[in-house]
Protein backbone atom coordinates (compact mmCIF):
# COMPACT_ATOMS: atom_id res chain seq x y z
CA UNK A 1 0.00 0.00 0.00
CA UNK A 2 0.86 3.41 -0.85
CA UNK A 3 2.48 5.27 2.24
CA UNK A 4 1.19 8.84 2.49
CA UNK A 5 2.29 10.37 5.82
CA UNK A 6 0.98 10.57 9.26
CA UNK A 7 -2.20 12.55 8.63
CA UNK A 8 -3.86 10.05 6.46
CA UNK A 9 -2.35 7.18 8.07
CA UNK A 10 -4.04 8.01 11.13
CA UNK A 11 -6.85 10.28 10.12
CA UNK A 12 -9.45 9.34 12.18
CA UNK A 13 -7.39 10.52 15.42
CA UNK A 14 -6.61 14.02 13.94
CA UNK A 15 -8.43 17.20 14.70
CA UNK A 16 -8.58 17.95 10.86
CA UNK A 17 -11.29 18.35 8.60
CA UNK A 18 -11.57 15.94 6.70
CA UNK A 19 -11.09 17.20 3.16
CA UNK A 20 -7.86 18.69 4.37
CA UNK A 21 -5.08 18.31 1.97
CA UNK A 22 -2.19 17.23 3.88
CA UNK A 23 1.21 18.93 3.65
CA UNK A 24 3.37 15.99 4.24
CA UNK A 25 7.15 14.88 3.46
CA UNK A 26 6.16 11.36 3.83
CA UNK A 27 7.22 11.45 7.35
CA UNK A 28 6.32 8.64 10.34
CA UNK A 29 6.83 4.94 8.99
CA UNK A 30 10.15 5.03 11.32
CA UNK A 31 11.91 1.49 11.86
CA UNK A 32 11.32 -0.24 15.20
CA UNK A 33 14.36 -2.23 15.86
CA UNK A 34 14.55 -5.31 18.35
CA UNK A 35 18.40 -4.12 19.81
CA UNK A 36 19.63 -7.71 20.70
CA UNK A 37 23.03 -6.85 20.85
CA UNK A 38 22.65 -3.22 23.20
CA UNK A 39 20.42 -6.17 24.99
CA UNK A 40 23.63 -8.56 25.66
CA UNK A 41 25.95 -5.34 26.21
CA UNK A 42 23.62 -3.83 28.68
CA UNK A 43 22.70 -7.01 30.26
CA UNK A 44 19.30 -5.96 30.63
CA UNK A 45 16.81 -8.56 31.98
CA UNK A 46 13.87 -7.26 29.47
CA UNK A 47 13.63 -7.00 25.91
CA UNK A 48 14.66 -3.56 24.26
CA UNK A 49 13.38 -2.20 21.09
CA UNK A 50 14.54 1.15 19.52
CA UNK A 51 12.48 3.77 17.71
CA UNK A 52 14.77 5.36 15.66
CA UNK A 53 13.02 8.70 14.86
CA UNK A 54 16.45 9.60 12.58
CA UNK A 55 14.84 8.41 9.52
CA UNK A 56 12.28 10.92 9.22
CA UNK A 57 12.68 13.92 6.31
CA UNK A 58 14.54 16.53 8.30
CA UNK A 59 16.53 13.56 10.49
CA UNK A 60 13.74 14.22 13.92
CA UNK A 61 10.38 13.45 15.45
CA UNK A 62 9.53 16.85 14.97
CA UNK A 63 8.31 15.98 11.58
CA UNK A 64 5.43 13.62 12.84
CA UNK A 65 4.08 16.95 14.08
CA UNK A 66 4.94 19.75 11.87
CA UNK A 67 3.13 17.88 9.34
CA UNK A 68 -0.22 18.84 11.42
CA UNK A 69 0.99 21.93 12.71
CA UNK A 70 1.52 23.38 8.90
CA UNK A 71 -1.39 21.61 7.48
CA UNK A 72 -3.56 23.43 10.11
CA UNK A 73 -1.67 26.97 9.36
CA UNK A 74 -2.53 26.39 5.84
CA UNK A 75 -6.22 25.72 5.82
CA UNK A 76 -6.15 28.71 8.04
CA UNK A 77 -5.06 31.27 5.73
CA UNK A 78 -2.18 31.87 7.54
CA UNK A 79 0.76 33.49 5.81
CA UNK A 80 3.87 32.92 7.92
CA UNK A 81 5.28 30.74 11.08
CA UNK A 82 7.74 31.33 13.87
CA UNK A 83 9.35 28.60 16.67
CA UNK A 84 12.06 29.40 18.69
CA UNK A 85 14.68 25.91 18.79
CA UNK A 86 17.23 24.10 19.63
CA UNK A 87 17.77 22.71 16.16
CA UNK A 88 15.15 20.31 15.19
CA UNK A 89 11.99 22.31 15.36
CA UNK A 90 13.62 25.39 13.38
CA UNK A 91 14.95 22.66 10.77
CA UNK A 92 11.28 21.01 10.44
CA UNK A 93 9.33 24.44 10.60
CA UNK A 94 11.80 25.16 8.00
CA UNK A 95 11.09 21.97 6.07
CA UNK A 96 7.31 21.97 5.66
CA UNK A 97 7.52 25.41 5.63
CA UNK A 98 8.72 25.70 2.28
CA UNK A 99 6.79 22.86 1.10
CA UNK A 100 3.58 24.68 2.06
CA UNK A 101 4.81 27.90 0.65
CA UNK A 102 4.91 29.67 3.72
CA UNK A 103 7.05 32.21 5.41
CA UNK A 104 9.30 30.94 8.39
CA UNK A 105 11.02 32.97 11.36
CA UNK A 106 13.58 30.97 13.66
CA UNK A 107 14.77 31.90 16.64
CA UNK A 108 17.54 30.15 18.02
CA UNK A 109 20.07 30.05 21.11
CA UNK A 110 23.64 31.75 19.22
CA UNK A 111 26.62 29.33 19.21
CA UNK A 112 24.03 26.47 20.42
CA UNK A 113 22.96 24.78 17.63
CA UNK A 114 24.38 21.48 15.85
CA UNK A 115 25.91 22.75 12.53
CA UNK A 116 23.78 20.37 10.68
CA UNK A 117 20.37 21.82 11.93
CA UNK A 118 21.18 24.97 11.23
CA UNK A 119 22.90 24.57 7.88
CA UNK A 120 18.93 22.69 7.49
CA UNK A 121 17.12 26.04 8.70
CA UNK A 122 19.22 28.37 6.38
CA UNK A 123 18.93 25.93 3.10
CA UNK A 124 15.32 25.84 3.44
CA UNK A 125 14.85 29.51 3.05
CA UNK A 126 14.07 30.34 6.10
CA UNK A 127 14.80 33.42 8.15
CA UNK A 128 16.63 32.80 10.79
CA UNK A 129 17.71 34.44 14.06
CA UNK A 130 19.96 34.13 16.64
CA UNK A 131 19.77 35.62 19.44
CA UNK A 132 22.62 36.31 23.00
CA UNK A 133 19.75 34.33 25.32
CA UNK A 134 18.97 30.45 25.64
CA UNK A 135 16.06 28.68 23.92
CA UNK A 136 14.18 29.91 26.84
CA UNK A 137 14.82 33.23 26.13
CA UNK A 138 13.96 32.49 22.49
CA UNK A 139 10.36 30.83 23.37
CA UNK A 140 9.19 33.61 25.32
CA UNK A 141 10.00 36.33 22.72
CA UNK A 142 8.32 33.90 19.85
CA UNK A 143 5.05 33.61 22.72
CA UNK A 144 5.17 37.42 22.70
CA UNK A 145 5.25 37.91 18.63
CA UNK A 146 2.25 35.24 18.35
CA UNK A 147 0.21 37.33 20.50
CA UNK A 148 1.03 40.40 18.47
CA UNK A 149 0.96 39.46 15.16
CA UNK A 150 -0.93 36.79 12.98
CA UNK A 151 2.43 34.71 12.84
CA UNK A 152 1.92 31.21 13.75
CA UNK A 153 4.06 29.82 16.36
CA UNK A 154 4.89 26.03 15.39
CA UNK A 155 6.31 25.15 19.04
CA UNK A 156 5.04 22.23 20.70
CA UNK A 157 2.86 24.50 22.62
CA UNK A 158 1.29 25.00 19.29
CA UNK A 159 -1.59 21.82 19.90
CA UNK A 160 -1.52 20.35 16.17
CA UNK A 161 2.22 19.62 17.14
CA UNK A 162 1.53 17.11 19.73
CA UNK A 163 -1.49 15.64 18.06
CA UNK A 164 0.99 14.51 15.06
CA UNK A 165 3.96 13.13 17.43
CA UNK A 166 1.55 11.40 19.32
CA UNK A 167 1.31 8.84 16.15
CA UNK A 168 4.83 7.26 17.18
CA UNK A 169 2.68 5.74 19.76
CA UNK A 170 -0.11 4.41 17.08
CA UNK A 171 3.40 3.11 15.35
CA UNK A 172 4.69 1.18 17.97
CA UNK A 173 1.67 -0.59 19.30
CA UNK A 174 0.79 -1.64 15.68
CA UNK A 175 4.07 -2.93 15.28
CA UNK A 176 4.41 -5.03 18.87
CA UNK A 177 0.85 -5.75 18.48
CA UNK A 178 0.31 -4.57 22.06
CA UNK A 179 1.90 -1.84 23.81
CA UNK A 180 5.27 -1.87 25.74
CA UNK A 181 5.34 -2.11 29.20
CA UNK A 182 8.07 1.01 29.23
CA UNK A 183 8.86 3.88 26.89
CA UNK A 184 11.68 5.68 27.72
CA UNK A 185 13.11 9.22 26.25
CA UNK A 186 14.58 12.20 26.43
CA UNK A 187 12.87 15.14 27.95
CA UNK A 188 14.07 18.63 26.65
CA UNK A 189 10.44 21.26 26.73
CA UNK A 190 8.20 17.88 27.05
CA UNK A 191 6.33 17.88 23.90
CA UNK A 192 6.98 14.37 23.16
CA UNK A 193 6.59 13.03 26.09
CA UNK A 194 3.28 14.45 26.69
CA UNK A 195 2.59 13.31 22.37
CA UNK A 196 3.65 9.78 23.27
CA UNK A 197 1.47 9.66 26.33
CA UNK A 198 -1.73 10.76 24.73
CA UNK A 199 -1.04 8.54 21.93
CA UNK A 200 -0.63 5.68 24.09
CA UNK A 201 -3.66 6.46 25.85
CA UNK A 202 -6.26 6.90 22.68
CA UNK A 203 -4.90 3.78 21.46
CA UNK A 204 -5.68 1.59 24.53
CA UNK A 205 -9.06 3.43 24.63
CA UNK A 206 -9.93 2.47 21.02
CA UNK A 207 -8.34 -0.87 21.18
CA UNK A 208 -7.74 -1.74 25.00
CA UNK A 209 -4.25 -2.67 24.89
CA UNK A 210 -2.77 -1.71 28.07
CA UNK A 211 -0.36 1.35 28.63
CA UNK A 212 3.07 1.72 29.51
CA UNK A 213 5.17 3.29 32.02
CA UNK A 214 6.81 6.42 30.75
CA UNK A 215 10.43 7.30 31.43
CA UNK A 216 11.61 10.52 31.32
CA UNK A 217 15.28 11.77 30.74
CA UNK A 218 17.02 14.86 31.10
CA UNK A 219 20.83 15.40 31.21
CA UNK A 220 22.10 16.98 34.68
CA UNK A 221 22.65 20.48 33.89
CA UNK A 222 19.46 21.09 32.44
CA UNK A 223 16.97 18.78 34.59
CA UNK A 224 14.06 21.26 35.42
CA UNK A 225 11.48 18.73 35.81
CA UNK A 226 13.71 16.61 38.06
CA UNK A 227 15.05 19.26 40.17
CA UNK A 228 11.50 20.85 40.69
CA UNK A 229 12.77 24.73 39.52
CA UNK A 230 13.48 26.21 36.62
CA UNK A 231 17.07 26.01 35.24
CA UNK A 232 18.55 29.84 34.59
CA UNK A 233 21.31 28.64 32.85
CA UNK A 234 20.92 25.59 31.20
CA UNK A 235 24.32 23.17 29.81
CA UNK A 236 24.71 20.11 28.04
CA UNK A 237 26.54 18.47 25.42
CA UNK A 238 22.94 17.27 24.39
CA UNK A 239 21.79 21.05 22.58
CA UNK A 240 18.78 19.74 21.88
CA UNK A 241 17.61 19.75 25.51
CA UNK A 242 19.54 22.55 26.50
CA UNK A 243 16.16 23.88 28.10
CA UNK A 244 15.30 24.96 31.39
CA UNK A 245 12.06 26.29 32.02
CA UNK A 246 10.14 23.45 29.36
CA UNK A 247 6.93 24.29 28.58
CA UNK A 248 5.15 21.47 28.54
CA UNK A 249 6.14 20.98 31.84
CA UNK A 250 2.65 20.05 33.54
CA UNK A 251 1.48 17.56 31.33
CA UNK A 252 5.18 15.90 31.36
CA UNK A 253 4.43 15.82 35.35
CA UNK A 254 1.33 14.05 34.23
CA UNK A 255 2.28 11.67 32.46
CA UNK A 256 4.60 10.39 34.67
CA UNK A 257 2.21 10.55 37.21
CA UNK A 258 -0.52 8.53 35.33
CA UNK A 259 1.34 6.17 33.75
CA UNK A 260 3.64 5.55 37.36
CA UNK A 261 6.65 5.93 35.45
CA UNK A 262 9.46 8.29 36.99
CA UNK A 263 11.90 11.03 35.55
CA UNK A 264 15.76 11.08 36.29
CA UNK A 265 19.10 12.36 35.21
CA UNK A 266 21.89 11.52 32.77
CA UNK A 267 24.92 12.87 32.78
CA UNK A 268 26.53 14.19 29.96
CA UNK A 269 29.34 11.46 29.81
CA UNK A 270 26.73 8.96 30.16
CA UNK A 271 24.94 10.48 27.06
CA UNK A 272 27.97 10.48 24.79
CA UNK A 273 28.82 6.70 25.85
CA UNK A 274 25.57 5.22 25.19
CA UNK A 275 25.38 7.36 21.93
CA UNK A 276 28.60 5.19 20.79
CA UNK A 277 27.03 1.99 22.17
CA UNK A 278 23.94 2.46 20.20
CA UNK A 279 25.98 3.21 17.17
CA UNK A 280 28.93 0.31 17.59
CA UNK A 281 26.50 -2.55 18.59
CA UNK A 282 23.34 -1.98 16.69
CA UNK A 283 24.55 0.31 13.99
CA UNK A 284 22.04 3.39 14.53
CA UNK A 285 23.97 6.92 14.49
CA UNK A 286 21.41 9.33 16.70
CA UNK A 287 22.11 12.61 18.03
CA UNK A 288 23.63 13.10 21.94
CA UNK A 289 19.84 14.29 23.31
CA UNK A 290 18.45 10.93 21.43
CA UNK A 291 21.16 8.48 22.99
CA UNK A 292 19.51 9.94 26.68
CA UNK A 293 17.08 7.41 26.47
CA UNK A 294 19.67 4.61 25.80
CA UNK A 295 21.69 5.75 28.99
CA UNK A 296 18.35 5.50 30.73
CA UNK A 297 18.30 2.61 30.57
CA UNK A 298 21.37 1.78 31.08
CA UNK A 299 21.17 3.68 34.32
CA UNK A 300 17.99 1.79 35.88
CA UNK A 301 18.94 -1.92 34.18
CA UNK A 302 22.08 -1.22 36.93
CA UNK A 303 19.02 -0.50 40.20
CA UNK A 304 17.48 -3.43 38.63
CA UNK A 305 14.23 -2.10 37.43
CA UNK A 306 13.29 -4.19 34.76
CA UNK A 307 12.25 -7.81 35.06
CA UNK A 308 12.50 -10.67 32.35
CA UNK A 309 8.66 -10.14 31.24
CA UNK A 310 9.27 -6.55 30.56
CA UNK A 311 9.32 -4.72 27.27
CA UNK A 312 11.26 -1.50 26.95
CA UNK A 313 10.85 1.03 23.75
CA UNK A 314 13.60 3.72 23.74
CA UNK A 315 12.91 6.58 20.96
CA UNK A 316 16.22 7.79 19.20
CA UNK A 317 14.63 11.13 18.67
CA UNK A 318 17.15 12.59 15.98
CA UNK A 319 19.95 11.42 13.44
CA UNK A 320 23.21 11.69 14.64
CA UNK A 321 24.66 13.07 11.15
CA UNK A 322 22.79 16.62 12.17
CA UNK A 323 26.22 16.82 14.76
CA UNK A 324 29.13 15.13 13.57
CA UNK A 325 30.92 17.59 15.56
CA UNK A 326 29.89 16.62 18.51
CA UNK A 327 30.25 12.75 17.11
CA UNK A 328 33.77 13.08 16.27
CA UNK A 329 35.37 14.99 19.24
CA UNK A 330 35.89 11.81 20.78
CA UNK A 331 36.72 9.04 18.96
CA UNK A 332 39.95 7.96 17.53
CA UNK A 333 40.57 9.90 14.44
CA UNK A 334 41.38 7.91 11.35
CA UNK A 335 44.79 6.49 10.71
CA UNK A 336 46.77 7.85 7.73
CA UNK A 337 49.12 5.73 5.19
CA UNK A 338 50.95 6.38 2.12
CA UNK A 339 49.49 5.25 -1.12
CA UNK A 340 51.35 1.91 -1.05
CA UNK A 341 49.08 -1.26 -0.74
CA UNK A 342 51.78 -2.90 2.17
CA UNK A 343 51.67 0.04 4.08
CA UNK A 344 47.76 -0.36 4.09
CA UNK A 345 48.45 -3.49 4.82
CA UNK A 346 50.45 -3.31 7.58
CA UNK A 347 47.60 -1.23 9.26
CA UNK A 348 45.19 -3.65 8.46
CA UNK A 349 46.89 -6.60 10.04
CA UNK A 350 48.12 -4.45 13.47
C1 LIG B 1 16.75 15.19 19.16
O1 LIG B 1 14.16 21.54 18.36
O2 LIG B 1 13.11 21.50 21.63
O3 LIG B 1 10.91 17.15 25.20
O4 LIG B 1 13.60 23.21 19.61
O5 LIG B 1 15.65 17.79 19.17
O6 LIG B 1 9.59 17.32 23.09
O7 LIG B 1 11.31 19.04 23.66
C2 LIG B 1 14.15 19.75 20.44
C3 LIG B 1 13.94 18.75 21.33
C4 LIG B 1 14.74 15.25 22.20
C5 LIG B 1 13.29 16.84 23.37
N1 LIG B 1 15.55 14.87 21.22
O8 LIG B 1 11.94 16.74 23.00
C6 LIG B 1 13.80 21.99 19.44
C7 LIG B 1 13.65 21.09 20.60
C8 LIG B 1 15.86 15.70 20.22
C9 LIG B 1 15.34 17.00 20.19
C10 LIG B 1 14.19 16.51 22.24
C11 LIG B 1 14.49 17.42 21.24
P1 LIG B 1 10.87 17.61 23.76
Known amino acids: MKYTGVIERYREYMPLSRDVMPITLLEGNTPLLEADNLKKELKAPCKVFL ?26 GA ?25 AFVILPKGKIAIGKLAQALIYGAK ?13 IVREIGEKTRVVIVNSINPYRIEGQKTASFEIVETLGKAPTHHSLPVGNAGNITAYW ?8 KHGSSLPKMLGFQAEGAAPIVLGRVVDHPETVATAIRIGNPASWKQAVNALDESTGQINIVQDSEILSAQKLIAGAEGIFCEPASASSVAGLRKLISHDYFSAKDVVVCTLTGNGLKDPDTASRDIAPPLTSKPELSEVLKLIQD
Do not use: H
Not at 198 to 205: D, N
Open 51 to 76: KFEGTNPTGSFKDRGMTVAITKSVED
Open 79 to 103: EAVICASTGNTSASAAAYAAKAGLK
Open 128 to 140: VIEIDGNFDDALR
Open 198 to 205: KGYKEWST
